[in-house]
Structures are given as C-alpha cells and as structure tokens.
C-alpha cells in the first residue's frame, strides 16, 4: 500500500483525530518515563499525548504526507515527528528508546510483514523497554475483505512475542472509539532479552 498517497488522497481511515482512548487512560493511570517512539505515528496524536504525560516522545512514520500534517497540527511538536522506516530505523533510533507506544501500526500491515514488525521493534526498543500497545485484535471486516486493517488473534500477538519479552498487563479496555469496543486489546510487554 502506498501510505503516503493515502494521506494525499485524504483517505487516511484510521486517523480518528484524537490518540486512542485506551491508550490515553492508560497513559493517565501508569506513571511512564523516557524516551519514547511511536511507530506509524500519522498525524501524530499518540506522539502530542506521551509528551503531554511527560515522555521524551518521537514519532516515525514512512508516509512523508502524514507527518507534514502532524507537523502542521502539532507545531510546537514539529521537531519530534520523524520521516523513515520502522523495518530499517536511522540509526540515531536504534536501541534509544525505553518505550514504544503502539496503535494501529501493526493491523496496517499485511500479516507476512509482522516479523519485520517484530525486528523493527526489537531494533528500537532497549532490553527493559516496555512495549504499550493499543491492539486492534478484531477489525470488523466485510465479508471478502482482507484489511487494512488486517485482523490479528490474541494467540498471533502472543506468539510474535513469546521469545524475548514478558507480558506485564493484558486487558480488554472500557474505553475506544466508537465501532472497536471490545475490539482492541491493551498488551503491556517488557523487553527482556
């Protein structure tokens, strides 16, 4: 899929114009530090509410449209929004980052790109680093169509991070954006090799 012509295009479906609910209260309930980089980051919403919680936040995305508008809605932010490629981070991104704050990047790829997803993650995250993700686990789909956003089950999630990391919090949130209740799933993993 060509992102960025999506965002040219103004067909950017899932920016819902705010960050992720369940990721908001999360971030509103756990007291998290650091430096943080949100993968796929858009329009950027997840990058302005880490810093708003008080986390050093970058956003990457490969799609140069979409962070010209983060940059344009968030100003003050413009410096922390990233052009590149999470399956081949610069390497200033390499193991710099004690979070990782997911929403909606990896149900954008198709599933023969999660082990890169994995890698991106793994090249990103330092060992300790905690991994937050806002997952979209059950993407309502019509008969026939097969994504984006591409559904995931929860054993899928579990075993692209079974070797390495360990699961801290795992709970279906009480808060998404209309249409994804009970659709989304809040993993917390912690890097450990």
Not at 109 to 117: E, I
């Amino acid at each position: 899929m060509d992102w960025d012509e999506k965002y040219q295009k103004g067909e950017a479906f899932w920016d819902k114009g705010a960050p992720a609910p369940a990721m908001k209260q999360y971030l509103a309930r756990q007291t998290v530090r650091g430096r943080a980089l949100v993968p796929g980051c858009g329009r950027g919403h997840e990058v302005a509410l880490a810093v708003e919680h008080g986390l050093d936040a970058t956003g990457l995305d490969i799609a140069p449209t979409g962070v010209a508008e983060a940059r344009a809605k968030y100003p003050h932010l413009a410096e922390r929004f990233v052009t590149g490629n999470l399956f081949d981070p610069p390497e200033e991104m390499r193991g710099a980052y004690d979070v990782v704050l997911e929403h909606t990047c990896m149900s954008a790829l198709p599933p023969t790109l999660r082990a890169d997803y994995r890698r991106g993650i793994d090249l990103t995250l330092r060992r300790g680093g905690l991994l937050i993700g806002v997952w979209f686990i059950n993407p309502a789909l019509d008969p026939g169509e097969v994504g984006p956003p591409f559904p995931f089950s929860l054993p899928d999630l579990t075993a692209l991070f079974a070797e390495g990391y360990e699961i801290l919090e795992d709970y279906v949130p009480d808060v998404a954006f209309p249409g994804r209740e009970g659709r989304e799933r809040v993993r917390v993993l912690r890097r450990v090799v």
